[in-house]
């Protein structure tokens, strides 16, 4: 025998000697990454997955071009996160957005910068890079049990599953949870552990939506006429905050990247008036005392006021008021109905004209479902946690991705922020069982 194979034969007999059983409790991204990181390490995993198959979600976020995180300076990435978000802030610094791009380039995916500064696999789509991903999980030995639906914990410190075959316990040496959030819960994230989680003396902030639609009462005429319909190019603003973008006009509200990013204070502030229930399983609206909060919308935000307003104060002959403004202020049909729903008539003033234009005032009365929202907030506290991701009070069990209390705008921003959670909750995991051989 060589001396390189003995090399090899005396390493794998210790990797079999040290190996241990992980269980990685949700087989979306967090789950999935982190049973590769410790699949490679050398122990035993099995990922235990609720539906039919993995990843669902991931998919379903694939369908117009999977965005994986953003190429901007990480100095302005770690902002997205929030002004209270030191801890997420924190690892997404330790796994920045090189890291997940590496990681996907190795997967074959062949990522590439979008013109926003987006990032995306070259087949704009999620099914290309799973396949690969679970090929290589396959290799490393990962085994993935679907329909799996975990049941709480079990008295002996185990963890109690529904399957097809019946009701099983198992007891591993150490445990990632990554159950997601509650939105999109007909795709596996239905936020049931939660209320298990808080009987067990685990703090979790109660689950609401993020990057979701708002609730406005349009009248039906503005309803039938423009539901489906782009606002495009405007610029909304609430509480200070302003996001540039576009909205689509739904039958209950408006939706899109300009309004979510607008939802966090928009949320706070309806729930300070005592509208919101967030209780652990929902972020669902109840009615109460009509609560309402009123963004303004900039239809035309590369416009100086002034400007527009002489432009506005050119001779409009004959034309009607409504015919004049579309020409002049260039708006289409559904930005001129937006300023009428607003409500109060056309000024004639030209200054008065170009002020409504630039901020006509629309009333939020809620937010949208958070079984349709992109993301939920809330989630597992971070005093839950250890700087590793470990549950302080229950020893060998780790929390990583959308369980855990944060919340990131769309962009690239949650993927990373998933991945880099799941990849401190790895490591600390392999640090754990190493200090408990």
Not at 157 to 165: I, L, Q, R, S, V
Not at 375 to 386: E, F, I, R, V
């Amino acid at each position: 025998m060589g001396v390189d194979a003995e090399h090899r034969d005396v390493v794998s007999a210790r990797l079999m000697t040290a190996a241990k059983d992980v269980a990685v409790i949700g087989g979306g991204p967090a789950g999935l990454f982190t049973a590769e990181i410790i699949a490679r390490a050398g122990h035993r995993v099995t990922v235990y997955e609720r539906m039919p198959s993995p990843a669902r979600k991931l998919l379903m976020a694939g369908r117009g071009g999977l965005n994986l995180t953003h190429s901007e300076p990480i100095e302005n990435f770690l902002t997205r996160y929030g002004s209270e978000a030191d801890k997420v802030r924190a690892v997404v610094a330790s796994f920045p957005p090189s890291a997940l791009i590496d990681w996907a380039n190795g997967l074959g995916a062949e990522t590439f910068t979008g013109s926003s500064g987006r990032v995306f696999p070259r087949a704009m789509k999620a099914s290309p890079l799973l396949r690969a991903w679970l090929r290589r999980l396959g290799e490393l030995g990962v085994t993935i049990k679907t329909r799996h639906r975990w049941a709480g914990f079990t008295p002996e410190g185990g963890h109690a599953f529904e399957t097809p075959d019946g009701a099983i316990a198992v007891k591993p040496d150490a445990t990632l949870f990554a159950l997601g959030g509650a939105s999109w819960p007909k795709l596996g994230s239905d936020a049931a552990w939660a209320e298990t989680f808080a009987s067990a003396g685990i703090p979790v902030t109660p689950l609401a939506a993020a990057n979701c639609g708002v609730l406005i009462d349009w009248s039906e005429i503005f309803r039938s006429r423009f539901e489906g319909s782009a606002l495009k190019r405007i610029a909304l603003s609430y509480a200070g905050d302003t996001a540039r973008g576009e909205a689509i006009i739904t039958r209950t509200g408006l939706e899109g990247g300009a309004i979510y990013a607008l939802v966090p204070h928009l949320r706070e502030s309806l729930r300070a008036q005592g509208s919101v229930s967030l209780a652990a399983l929902g972020g669902r609206l109840a009615e109460r005392e009509s609560p309402s909060a009123i963004i303004t919308v900039d239809l035309k935000p590369d416009i100086e006021e002034a400007a527009l307003a002489d432009r506005l104060a050119k001779p409009r002959a004959k034309e009607t008021l409504t015919n004049f403004i579309r020409k002049a202020a260039h708006l289409d049909p559904p930005q001129l109905a937006l300023i009428r729903e607003a409500g109060a008539s056309l000024p004639e003033d030209p200054s008065a004209l170009a002020a409504r234009i630039k901020s006509v005032p629309v009333t939020v009365t809620g937010l949208a479902s958070i079984e349709r929202a992109i993301s939920t907030a809330g989630g597992m506290d971070w005093t839950a946690l250890t700087d590793d991701l470990m549950i302080a009070n229950r020893p060998g069990l780790f929390a990583a991705g959308e369980m855990l209390d944060w919340e990131a705008p769309t962009g690239g921003y949650l993927l990373q922020a998933t991945f880099a959670t799941a990849t401190r909750a790895a490591n600390g995991m392999l640090r754990w069982l190493a200090s408990a051989t």
